[in-house]
């Protein structure tokens, strides 16, 4: 089983700093098989980045996600007030088919 | 508009039953494949369950398999989820999340239905 591990737990920012969140997985992921979702108080997740870089439809370009192997990167340029959150990554593999990492909160400092 | 309506949560207590629906809409439901994720009060995430487009394919995580049943019936633009044997530790709000982004992503998800085990 492939354990994704996130860092930080949490992070403390002002709107409008750059937020950069990590994804370390314990075995290689295909960057094929490595997603982002963001998930609101309240709210269901949403699906922001997949295949390690491609954003989903209707995510501002303010959101970027880049690397491989087993580290991966959430970036968010500029923060937005609505974009302080709990960001989750996702890989897909064999068993358990999908995974998920233990989630960051980004917080207002 | 796509829309996921799951309902059918509620209290029970341990050992007991529940079955989950999630109603599909805005979509040609037959189409795609769908999954239960969950996520205990105040935790992360955890997929749950996943079935194909025709049911014919169907994955469990290992802390479900034995107990858990997803099924859907496309006639009827549906996804269920039966739940036996129900623990303190399955309590949790369940969400039905749709593949719409190939291959295989969660987009969108439903609003989710709280499952409370307990005696």
């Known amino acids: 089983e492939i354990v994704l591990t996130q860092s930080p737990g949490t992070l403390s920012l002002s709107p409008g700093e750059r937020a950069t969140l990590s994804c370390r997985a314990s075995?290689?992921?295909?960057?094929?098989?490595l997603a982002w979702y963001q998930q609101k108080p309240g709210q269901a997740p949403r699906l922001l980045i997949y295949g390690a870089s491609s954003r989903a439809t209707g995510i501002p370009d303010r959101f970027s996600g880049s690397g491989s192997g087993t580290d991966f990167t959430l970036t968010i340029s500029r923060l937005e007030p609505e974009d302080f959150a709990v960001y989750y990554c996702?890989?897909?593999?064999?068993?358990?088919?999908?995974?998920f990492g233990q989630g960051t909160k980004v917080e207002i400092k | 508009e796509v829309q996921l309506v799951e309902s059918g949560g509620g209290l029970v207590q341990p050992g007991g039953s529940l079955r989950l629906s999630c109603a599909a809409s805005g979509f040609t439901f037959s189409s795609y494949e769908m999954n239960w994720v969950r996520q205990a009060p105040g935790k992360g995430l955890e997929w749950v369950s996943y079935?194909?487009?025709?049911?014919?394919?169907?994955y469990y995580a290992d802390s479900v398999k034995g107990r858990f049943t997803i099924s859907r019936d496309n006639a009827k633009n549906s996804l269920y989820l039966q739940m036996n044997s129900l623990r303190a530790e399955d309590t949790a709000v369940y969400y039905c999340?749709?593949?719409?982004?190939?291959?295989?992503?969660?987009?969108?998800w439903g609003q989710g239905t709280l499952v409370t085990v307990s005696s």
């Open positions: 079935i194909s487009s025709s049911g014919s394919t169907i």
């Open positions: 996702q890989q897909y593999g064999s068993s358990p088919r999908w995974t």
């Open positions: 075995q290689s992921v295909s960057s094929s098989y």
């Open positions: 999340a749709m593949i719409a982004v190939a291959p295989v992503w969660f987009d969108p």
